[in-house]
């Protein structure tokens, strides 16, 4: 893996399951007594937030924490987006106190990979989402969940069946999980309305498809992106209602889905227009394991990153046996 | 004074004398007293012409002053310039079409023709005064609000009407605004694959298609600014075969780059209109060979550094190219056998200035014609360096590229006013 995390291309198929490997040993470490690792003491990770997201902060902020990090949270929210402090500043700002690694979440796309490649910051960096374009911590952990709930492709996903289902167009979340769930060997239904479809999607090696039905008995996955509202103004849609009818996860569609399936959401959910509250709060919603298992997946990528190590060196820091007691 | 051994485009090999700004001779073995250059075989051309040039001043001096991009200019062997409207204060009234023009004229290294704002402010809801700025002392004919569309049709039907009167001609920058609300790149696979906003084809097509058919309607004269995709080309080419009066222009940008290069989210890709793909490329070159498109033109856009030193939301549109045109138009369309020099000269000189009525720029090389000229190396490979070049910024998308042909001398009025790689400093008027 190279010193950032920008993009899911950055990791070879390999390297990706190395970090869902990792998850997985921290997360049994994490069940034993010890709950942080001194891995990156005297370490600093910056928190650069240029955009609100509570869930996806306090989440690296814990991973950091568990790993013995310190932690600083820089929220410089429409900072440079209105002129105030460029990008280029607030990097040489972090640069100068000293930052290891930098999270950033930015409304611009590509905002992580002009940190990375500018010059401005010697720094990791870990791109926490990027306007529309990636949030590759979310698809590692969308993986690791997967494996959780489906052992038989532990080590690999060919055969596996997911459906991602809402605004393709302007989620972050569906390029990395499609980029992920590719890599390692799912096949990939994309589900939207055509007006919520990249042009080009032909190119991505995806099915598309606009019948919700028709899919839904088919899939060992269904994922639900979060739908804002707004599009309807911009005539991505007619109406909410519209939307939530022909593609909304209502507990008619969760009935269609094969018994050993799951229900994924990246969070925050609108009830009642992508998902309905049965079908968030069913058995087969693995949307809290999700928020849990993002912690987990975003120590194992500040612990591959930062602390070089591979997972033997793991065992260094806290033996697997003295968990396996457990 | 002599300019010996000047290579032609037809390939022969000449002596020139020129006198009082005009070419009075030409022949073999010319021998005056006074200064004599030898042109050692190296190709002679008329001074290239620009029709669309930002030139920044007034109002944006920390980018480029009419002076800078004079120099840049005639450094990369253009004799004229055509100073786009989008300053601020906008060029759209009698006064700041002239202080252009004096501008120019006191750099003194090449002709700066003033474009005119079409509207107010660039507004695109009420005309500018067309008629005072082209009674002016800058006599404005071409009049854009280039950088915005005039997107009205009933406006743009009204601007291509009144300029009839004295044969002025309407450029327009073809982007429908709806269509590229928020536009950041080319829409296709790779703005699906990077999450940016798509500017598609169709939004410059779609004018493109109107205003020919405005064009047709009001028998004026329309021009098309900076072409960039298939269907644009396929649209001029239809129109001219019906005998409408439409002449396009394409940047030396759109002929070489794609829109591949916008994977690494470096601004200096980042233009208006967008980098296209390898197919628009093709079409591009194959309509300036045949003629559809009638000219190169630079858009020469300068910024400051800190216009693109950002995330590429923020950054600014534009790419500088006065310095590297003609050698990425050789690039492009010589070394790829698509043209051949004569065919350059003509888009890049001669079809230009005639558009504009330009009648001191783009002459033949003839007896009688104004000394405005370019002196070419054409074997010769150049390293683009963005930190060597006369212009005041630095964003060109060239840099450390290869680049086909030299400018080794540019002469405007029978005044040399660069010589290997110097601008020299004639005082202007």
């Not at chain 1, 060997?185 to 190119?203: E, F, I, K, R, W």
């Not at chain 2, 001029?236 to 394409?250: Q, S």
Request: glycine share 8%; with cysteine.
């Amino acid at each position: 893996m190279d010193r950032h995390l920008l993009s899911i291309n950055d990791l070879t198929r390999a390297e990706a399951f190395g970090i869902l490997n990792t998850a997985h040993e921290l997360a049994i470490i994490s069940d034993g007594t010890l709950k942080k690792l001194p891995t990156l003491r005297g370490r600093t990770v910056v928190n650069l937030f240029f955009e609100d997201s509570t869930r996806t902060r306090i989440s690296f902020e814990s991973a950091a924490k568990r790993l013995s990090a310190d932690v600083i949270n820089f929220s410089a929210k429409g900072s440079s987006v209105s002129k105030g402090e460029s990008l280029k500043d607030t990097a040489q700002t972090l640069q100068a106190m000293g930052a290891d690694a930098v999270i950033i979440r930015h409304g611009a796309s590509g905002a992580a990979q002009r940190l990375a490649d500018s010059g401005w910051i010697q720094a990791s960096v870990i791109n926490a989402g990027d306007g529309t374009h990636e949030h590759p911590t979310q698809a590692l952990l969308d993986a690791y969940t997967i494996r959780n709930s489906f052992p038989e492709y532990t080590d690999s996903f060919e055969g596996l069946r997911v459906a991602i289902v809402g605004d393709i167009l302007h989620s972050r979340v569906a390029r990395s999980n499609v980029l992920l769930l590719k890599k390692l060997g799912a096949q990939v239904t994309l589900l939207a309305p055509p007006t919520l479809l990249p042009v080009g999607v032909d190119s991505w090696g995806v099915e598309t498809s606009y019948q919700f039905d028709e899919v839904i008995p088919k899939v060992d996955v269904v994922m639900m992106l979060r739908v804002q509202s707004e599009r309807m103004l911009d005539s991505f849609f007619p109406s909410e209602r519209e939307y939530s009818r022909s593609f909304g996860l209502d507990s008619r569609r969760l009935d269609l889905l094969p018994p050993r399936s799951i229900v994924m959401h990246p969070g925050p959910m609108n009830r009642g227009l992508e998902i309905s509250a049965e079908s968030a709060d069913s058995h087969k919603s693995v949307v809290l394991a999700q928020v849990a298992n993002g912690v987990l997946i975003r120590m194992a990528v500040l612990y591959q990153l930062l602390g070089g190590q591979t997972l033997g060196d793991i065992s260094s820091v806290q033996p697997i046996t003295q968990v396996a007691n457990k | 004074m002599i300019l010996k051994n000047a290579r032609l485009v037809d390939g022969s090999v000449v002596d020139l004398r020129i006198e009082n700004g005009v070419i009075a001779e030409i022949g073999t073995a010319l021998v005056k007293a006074g200064t004599l250059i030898d042109l050692e075989k190296n190709l002679l051309i008329p001074g290239l012409v620009d029709l669309h040039t930002h030139l920044r001043e007034p109002g944006r001096e920390d980018s480029e002053t009419v002076a800078t991009a004079s120099a840049a200019a005639v450094t990369g062997g253009y004799t004229a310039l055509s100073a786009m409207a989008n300053t601020f204060p906008v060029a759209d009234t009698a006064g700041v079409v002239e202080q252009v023009f004096r501008l120019g004229q006191e750099a003194g290294l090449c002709d700066v023709f003033p474009i005119g704002a079409v509207t107010q402010g660039l507004n695109g809801i009420a005309l500018a005064e067309l008629g005072a700025m082209a009674n002016s002392i800058a006599r404005v004919r071409m009049f854009s609000d280039d950088g915005k569309c005039v997107a009205d049709p009933l406006l743009m039907r009204r601007a291509l009407e009144y300029v009839k009167s004295f044969n002025g001609i309407i450029a327009q920058h073809a982007q429908d605004p709806r269509l590229t609300v928020n536009a950041q790149m080319n829409e296709g696979i790779v703005s699906g694959k990077l999450g940016l906003t798509g500017w598609p084809a169709v939004a410059e097509e779609a004018i493109i298609a109107r205003d020919i058919l405005l064009a047709e309607h009001v028998g004026s004269r329309l021009h098309i600014c900076h072409l960039t995709t298939a269907g644009g080309v396929e649209l001029v080419r239809a129109a001219k075969a019906r005998g409408i009066k439409v002449t396009a222009e394409v940047t030396p940008h759109h002929l070489l780059l794609t829109d591949e290069l916008v994977v690494g989210y470096d601004p200096v890709y980042k233009v208006n209109p967008p980098l296209r793909t390898a197919q628009d490329v093709e079409a591009l070159r194959t309509g300036l060979a045949d003629g559809t498109i009638d000219i190169v033109a630079t858009d020469h856009a300068p910024h400051p550094t800190e216009d693109k030193d950002c995330e590429w939301q923020v950054a600014a549109f534009g790419m500088l190219g006065l310095e590297t045109a003609l050698s990425v138009v050789v690039s492009a369309m010589i070394d790829t056998k698509m043209m051949d020099w004569a065919k350059l000269v003509d888009r890049m000189s001669i079809a230009p200035a005639k558009i504009a009525g330009y009648s001191a720029q783009g002459q033949r090389i003839a007896v009688g014609s104004a000394a405005n000229l370019a002196v070419i190396d054409t074997s010769a490979v150049w390293q683009v360096d963005r930190n060597r070049l006369a212009s005041k910024s630095r964003n060109t998308p060239f840099h450390q590229m290869n680049l086909s042909a030299v400018v080794k001398r540019t002469f405007f009025n029978g005044l040399q006013v660069f010589n290997d790689g110097e601008v020299l400093n004639r005082g202007g008027k």
